[in-house]
């Protein structure tokens, strides 16, 4: 019987066994392969934006990893950077006051980085003193959307200025003043730099006239100032007032515009 059982059922059994240890095997693989893939793009993303926006992202892995090998999307491109912090930070340097000088800059940055995440804008790079944020970048939530969201967001960081003002002069310490700038279209998004270092960024005109609106702002009389598209992407929900046109660093003379109210810091 058992001599039966054996010699007739074991090489049935076994190919079929086979067959099914193979398949396990290979699918256990390819899951492996998956989900180790996925923690790469998490990695990668968490660097750069918040996690509701990277669950989003990678629901979706082959769009994440056309995002970060590059694409064209509309965004607008805020540009914040204080006025006169050059010559605080040689005066305070003189005085040995080198640890408070970058306290009061980190607290300055964290509470700008709470309100662009707030308004649903990813904080692209910091250049010293010098915050760039873009709205609609990795994915968006259509242009006009995210245009409002970017002025709003601007409007907000006022006001969270005007806030730390008024406790850094309760303790005795120089207020801070911003100008900030935005421009909205078309840019280049993704992952650009060498293997040693690779940053999630845009690339483009409009980043360039971000920050020339930006720096208009110590000559325009105005604290917040943008270009045309954007002012045609908001105006039927925020109050757009045109300042004329405007000389624009290698880029001639522009329309420009801000909003027609504004907290004061």
């Known amino acids: 019987m058992s001599f039966d059982r054996f010699a007739v059922w074991l090489p049935l059994l076994v190919p079929g066994s086979a067959l099914v240890l193979l398949g396990v095997l290979y699918g256990g693989e390819a899951y492996l392969a998956e989900e180790g893939e996925r923690r790469r793009l998490r990695r990668t993303f968490e660097r750069y934006v918040a996690p509701s926006v990277v669950a989003e992202i990678l ?3 082959a769009e994440a990893e056309g995002i970060l090998r590059g694409r064209q999307l509309p965004v607008t491109v ?3 950077d204080l006025k006169g912090f050059t010559q605080l930070t040689n005066a305070r340097s003189g005085r040995g006051q080198i640890e408070l000088h970058v306290r009061q800059l980190n607290r300055y940055l964290g509470e700008m980085v709470e309100v662009i995440n707030a308004h649903g804008g990813t904080v692209d790079k910091f250049i010293g003193d010098a915050v760039m944020a873009v709205f609609g970048s990795p994915i968006g939530r259509g242009p006009e959307a995210e245009a409002t969201a970017a002025v709003r967001c601007a ?15 309760a303790e005795g ?8 700038g935005l421009a909205s279209g078309e ?10 270092r690779m940053e999630f960024t845009v690339i483009g005109d409009k980043v360039n006239l971000a920050s020339r609106m930006e720096g208009l702002t ?3 009389g105005a604290p917040l100032l943008f270009d045309a598209a954007t002012a045609e992407l908001v ?14 660093k290698g880029m001639g003379a522009l329309p420009v515009f801000t909003l027609s109210s504004l907290p004061q810091s």
């Open 59 to 61: 629901s979706d892995p």
């Open 78 to 80: 805020l540009f914040s």
């Open 155 to 169: 409007v907000a960081m006022r006001q969270a200025l005007q806030r730390l003002n008024g406790a850094w002069r």
């Open 173 to 180: 310490l120089e207020p801070l003043d911003s100008g900030i």
């Open 187 to 196: 840019v280049i998004v993704g992952q650009i730099g060498s293997p040693r």
């Open 218 to 220: 110590r000559t325009a």
């Open 235 to 248: 105006q039927a929900v925020l109050p757009v007032q045109a300042l004329g046109e405007q000389a624009v």
